[in-house]
């Protein structure tokens, strides 16, 4: 849309914003709705699944619908400098956003477990990065504790205008679907996300605006699944460092989400991941990266609880480009090189 004005304008009367919050945004929201016509075949049974392409959000992530909240908020309240703990796009996010509005970022990573593309984002748009020899975790509580003492707002998920702004999603996707759809499959790692989308369809659904609400259905990594396991996992492992998350902040909201929607949580392998994220990319056209293909691969493993003529969204939360590592390693393509700049030979090679 041309004049899409950012998502806290486009939605400020759902939004705790007023005149006089300065609204930072980089036109952030607004992202495509797409018929997954492979993956619909697959589950068969006349259902139509839909992808949530959140990965063209401005930095790449959905991250970016609870920033611009976050961020404006923090800047309605004075605040000269924000902090999080990231496995990656949040730091990415929280970097451009908190810059833009003319404050400092110092985001907290766990050492060698950030994809290229997020790390490289952080340092572009000028945070200041604090490598941990931790996980994921031990940055929370670093930055949980920090945001207490020093003067520092933090924009994890716990900080109440990221959901907001991420309730957004959902209310993009009941204005492009007309309704509700049956189930919304959405990857889980600090659990934030899943919680507002619940809000999300609960605002419109009291509103009148839906007549259904979804079933939440959540995915996380098989090694890093404290959601599915009821239980802390001390050092959680998976190729999609993104939900590389041993104890959720947003646990209890997650699990409420799942009650009353009469949901469920599931684990998926790194194989199973994988899978989807090359489908995904194959025969779809869509490069996600691959804690966004858990949505998908999960969707694939449950088939057969899927009921006929449901419609799925299923959320793709980052851009494959954020992990070029993962593209590389993991692919099917038939890539030849060290060619001699020869038409005979090239042509040969490509079968005539
Ligand atoms: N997908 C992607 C691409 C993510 O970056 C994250 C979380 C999730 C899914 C899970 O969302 O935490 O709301 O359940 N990334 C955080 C980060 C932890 O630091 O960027 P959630």
Redesign the pocket.
Known sequence: MQNWPGLIKAYKKWLPVTEKTPVISLKEGATPLLLLESISRRIGKGVKVYAKYD?LNPTG???DRGMTMAISKAKEEGCEAVI??????????AAAYARRGGMKAFVL?PDGYVAQG?LAQALVYGAEVLAIRGN?DQALEIVQEASKNYPLTLV??VNPYRLQG?KTASFEIIDCLGDAPDLLC???????????YWMGFKEYYKANISKKLPKMI?FQAKNSAPLVENKIIENPETI?T??R?GN?V?KQK?IKAKIDSKGDFYTVSDDEIVQAYKILGKEEGIF??P??A?SVAGLLKIKDKVLAESTIVC?L??NGL?DPECAINNNDALFYNDLNPNIKEIVKIMGF
């Open positions: 990965g992530s959905f991250k999080c703990a990231s496995t990656g796009n949040t730091s990415a996010s990573i997020k994921f994890n998920s991420q959405i990857p889980m790692g600090n659990a934030g996300n899943i919680s507002a959540g999609a993104a939900i998350i959720p947003n997650a996600c990266e804690a966004s858990a959320v939360t980052g954020k």
